[in-house]
């Protein structure tokens, strides 16, 4: 069955500082969501790549998706406050939708 | 918009004890999911329906059973509650297109202890 890893774990970043996170596919990669969950809530989708190559921006938020590494990144520039939580990748998979192991982010201001 | 809501909210069992997780949408979407997120872990599918009638396994279904007899309402049976079923529970919505899942559409969640 496909499995999602993601890394880090967690991060913990001065406000400002930019960040990676980074989501890698056992199986090749049809379509790669990003969502973004608050602590002790639901999550909430942040965008959708669907072919290779493909890069999207949300505010100060970009992701991009490699298909030849089965992997996609997730950025986010000048970090602020508002950005913490754990953001998890997500991908059709063996049992239709899966999920990453998550990656917890704490911004200090 | 209500989007896809959870009842309840919070809920402590007893051991051995049984319950229902309930979740409906007025999305009128087709596909529904039920996942558990045990503490500083991602995402585990318990059950999926992809249309009213028609409901199929997960990663992790022992332990649980769902129903799907309207588009609207996909609720989660808890049978013989035990400690390893302490966690949140999930339930999410999709309008999937052509295989592509798309977009999920998450409940705030349901908190379940069994002591």
């Known amino acids: 069955s496909q499995e999602l890893e993601q890394s880090p774990q967690s991060l913990i970043v001065q406000e400002g500082k930019n960040l990676t996170i980074n989501c890698t596919s056992s199986?090749?990669?049809?379509?790669l969501y990003w969502y973004k969950q608050k602590y002790g809530e639901g999550l909430i989708f942040l965008m959708m790549l669907q072919k290779g190559g493909e890069e999207k921006s949300h505010e100060k938020i970009t992701a991009k998706l490699d298909e030849k590494k089965q992997q996609s990144s997730l950025h986010i520039t000048a970090s602020q406050p508002s950005h913490a939580g754990i953001y998890l990748c997500g991908a059709d998979g063996t049992y239709k939708y899966i999920f990453g192991t998550g990656t917890r982010l704490k911004v200090l201001a | 918009n209500a989007g896809v809501t959870q009842t309840p909210k919070f809920r402590i069992l007893k051991i051995g004890q049984s319950m229902t997780l309930q979740c409906a949408q007025d999305m009128n979407h087709n596909y529904m999911y039920w996942y558990r997120q045990d503490p500083g872990m991602g995402l585990k599918l318990i059950y999926y329906?992809?249309?009213?009638?028609?409901?199929d396994k997960g990663e992790v279904p022992n332990g649980y059973n769902v129903s799907r007899s309207t588009t609207e309402d996909f609720p989660l049976r808890l049978e013989l509650a035990a400690p390893s079923q302490t966690s949140v529970y999930f339930c999410?919505?999709?309008?999937?297109?052509?295989?592509?899942?798309?977009?999920?559409?998450f409940g705030e969640g349901s908190r379940l202890t069994v002591l």
């Open positions: 999410a919505s999709s309008e999937t297109v052509a295989g592509n899942t798309g977009e999920l559409f």
């Open positions: 199986k090749t990669l049809y379509g």
């Open positions: 329906s992809v249309g009213a009638g028609i409901t």
